[in-house]
């Protein structure tokens, strides 16, 4: 095994991505929002490449273009000259200014910046009808493209939520998941009959249909005066297991206007989605509809059918924390053993949350790494001799070396079609997923038998 306190010279294939980066696509799920990076142009341009990639829509993102002058002298003039520019070129209802490496290491204070900016252009030139304008904090050394995507959904509560006379309306702050994730969760809320603010919302913005004309910038998203209305909701519900020792947005809503605050794991498999739906019975003051209970039992007896296939098959689970956590509950409920738990991430939480949701059904835990890159996962898995990987397309190479399958979940997926419509969620999302997991091991007992069994 790897001795993890030996030094090592890189980061060798990160199994993250940048933090403005999450910043980028939480702006995307609201209404009438463009991105806008302050630093250099390379940024923006290899986020968008790397968005576009994996969700097949256009993604524009603004940029200060800062070059060696501004690095020196500071990027303000640049910064306050590309706000103008995405106002009038756009007609944006939002824009969310994310800092980058560049700036946060020059020093420039954009928060200032922004406040100047608003005093000269309501300075009678006629522009009192400015964007709402959200800035946050997101050079990649302090984190990963979950932490930026945490960050700006906070900046956008702190900044924008507001309180006053209370509504029936419940806040839902699902984290990054798929847009069919979205779609499906409001659906679920409907279902109860409850007013669900999702923020962010990329059903539609990351997923649309096709258009006769170009939008500049997409219908859909959460609609700017349900964010003004999350200080007055009934409650909010957050997810991801790893977020909650830290002020979250969730948190922030229940300190600062008094909104019930119910945390939870991301509803990934039974008994993850069974904690949610209770959460949603309480609300909602009524049982779960029917439709539900039965894609459960249809789960259950699914689960029954495919114990033989799966029962003892070990299992290399990586990718953004609060997914594996999820995922790796899933696995341990129908007899696959999770033996490595691994995340880009660093939040300090991740085994905590892995073992809580394996609590009572694995005989062993997992290893649990965070803060790892995929040389490192490469050395864990020789020792391991995973029958499956799952995960995103990062780890394809991975899969290739040792011959296994690769179920590929979360993001990026740049290898194959459709990874913006793979559902995670509730016990729907379960039942897509296990039936991946067993034809990718049908299918691989296929490839691997001399004579190709054609009845399994």
């Not at 490449?49 to 990027?75: C, N, T, W």
Request: net charge negative; charged share 20%.
């Amino acid at each position: 095994m790897k001795d993890h306190n030996a030094p090592y010279t890189s980061t060798t294939n990160a199994c993250k991505l940048c933090k403005p980066l999450g910043a980028c696509l939480a702006f995307r799920g609201i209404e009438g929002a463009i991105p806008f990076l302050h630093g250099s142009q390379g940024c923006a341009t290899y986020m968008r490449r790397y968005i576009i990639s994996h969700f097949r829509e256009p993604m524009d993102i603004a940029s200060s273009s800062l070059g060696e002058k501004q690095a020196v002298y500071g990027g303000g003039p640049n910064l306050k000259q590309g706000l103008k520019n995405v106002q009038s070129k756009y007609g944006a209802r939002l824009i969310g200014v994310a800092t980058t490496c560049l700036t946060e290491t020059i020093g420039d204070d954009v928060p200032l910046l922004v406040r100047e900016f608003r005093r000269e252009m309501a300075g009678g030139n006629g522009h009192e009808d400015l964007p709402a304008l959200v800035t946050v904090s997101t050079p990649s050394f302090s984190g990963t493209h979950m932490e930026g995507f945490q960050a700006a959904i906070k900046s956008v509560v702190e900044q924008m939520a507001a309180g006053g006379p209370a509504t029936e309306a419940v806040n839902l702050l699902p984290g990054f998941v798929s847009p069919a994730d979205i779609r499906y969760l409001k659906e679920v809320l409907a279902d109860f009959d409850l007013t669900g603010i999702i923020l962010p919302d990329i059903s539609e913005t990351l997923d649309g249909p096709a258009q006769d004309d170009y939008e500049k910038i997409p219908a859909g998203g959460t609609p700017l005066k349900d964010i003004r209305a999350m200080g007055r909701a009934r409650a909010t519900i957050e997810l991801g297991r790893t977020l909650f020792p830290q002020e979250t947005a969730g948190r922030f809503l229940e300190n600062r206007f008094g909104v019930p605050w119910r945390p939870l794991g991301v509803p990934i498999g039974l008994r993850e989605t069974d904690r949610f739906f209770q959460v949603l019975e309480e609300l909602a003051g009524c049982a779960t509809p029917p439709r539900h209970d039965l894609e459960r039992g249809r789960l259950l007896d699914a689960m029954v059918d495919g114990h033989k296939y799966v029962f003892g098959k070990k299992a290399v689970v990586y990718g953004e924390e609060d997914l594996v956590v999820g995922l790796t509950a899933f696995l341990s409920e129908i007899g696959v053993r999770p033996v490595l738990c691994a995340s880009g991430g660093h939040s300090g939480n991740f085994g905590e949350a892995i073992a809580a949701v394996t609590q009572d059904l694995l005989a062993e835990p997992p290893l649990v790494r965070e803060g790892m890159d995929f040389y490192e996962i490469a050395e864990e898995v020789e020792a391991l001799a995973p029958d499956l990987l799952i995960g995103h397309s990062k780890g394809y190479h991975l899969a290739r070396k040792w011959g296994a399958p690769l179920i590929r979940v979360g993001f990026p997926i740049h290898d194959r079609f459709g990874g913006q419509r793979i559902l995670h969620l509730g016990y729907r999302g379960a039942q897509s997923i296990l039936d991946r997991i067993i034809n990718a091991i049908l299918e691989k007992k296929q490839q691997d038998s001399p004579v190709g069994y054609g009845y399994l």
